[in-house]
């Protein structure tokens, strides 16, 4: 079972919930393209970084057996969601997988790869809308403008970017995929 970002539901308004996320790791990689390609693009170089393409910061004992993985790199376990907003440019996009609860950024390995980067994220308060359907640029600019509009209504002030939030894995039937959108907003 893939682990999933931890959150506590604070409150419950018409149209979404209010969470708490707590502090978390995540790898991420900067494209540019469209909505559709950029999470595609991304993918690439984040899967290699989780399969081992990182340098491991955990100190192996010398008594491991002799068929263990090289105590150069570490495997890291996929989690959910992959997020993905917009950069900071018109045409960009940040991908984020978040990463396994058990690292901390001492021990979190260190991408070979120059465009993985990885950070920590400060625990926030967040407006969140689950639906389920196709991963398209309409489909999430949908629900992100009625999540503004319920976040506003319900007296919130937004204070980031919206997040986009794929829980399933691209061969699940579409109607059948967990989607959010995720908006922070001002505690």
């Known amino acids: 079972m893939t682990e999933r970002q931890p959150y506590r539901v604070v409150a419950r308004h018409p149209g979404f919930e ?3 996320y707590p502090p978390h790791l995540v790898a991420e990689v900067r ?3 469209s909505f559709e390609s950029a999470a595609n693009e991304a993918f690439r170089p984040l899967a290699r970084y989780l399969s081992g393409a990182n340098r491991s910061r ?10 263990e993985e090289s105590a150069g790199s570490e495997r890291i376990a996929m989690t959910a969601p992959v997020l993905q907003e ?5 045409g960009s996009w940040l991908v984020q997988f978040v990463m396994p609860a058990g690292f901390t950024p001492a021990t979190l390995p260190e991408p070979k ?4 980067t990885t950070r920590e994220v400060p625990g926030q308060l967040a407006a ?6 196709r991963w398209t640029a309409r489909a999430f600019e949908r629900r992100a403008t009625a999540l503004g ?4 209504a319900a007296g919130l002030r937004p204070t980031d970017a919206v997040r986009y939030a794929r829980f399933d894995p691209p061969w699940k039937p579409w109607f059948l995929r967990r989607n959010e959108v995720v ?3 001002a505690e």
């Open 128 to 133: 969140a809308m689950r639906f389920s359907g």
């Open 58 to 67: 955990r100190a192996v004992s010398v008594t491991s057996p002799a068929g």
């Open 86 to 90: 917009e950069g900071d440019r018109p």
């Open 113 to 116: 790869d120059p465009l993985v």
């Open 149 to 152: 509009r319920a976040v506003t």
């Open 18 to 20: 209010l969470r708490r």
């Open 31 to 33: 494209v540019h393209g």
């Open 183 to 185: 908006l922070p907003v």
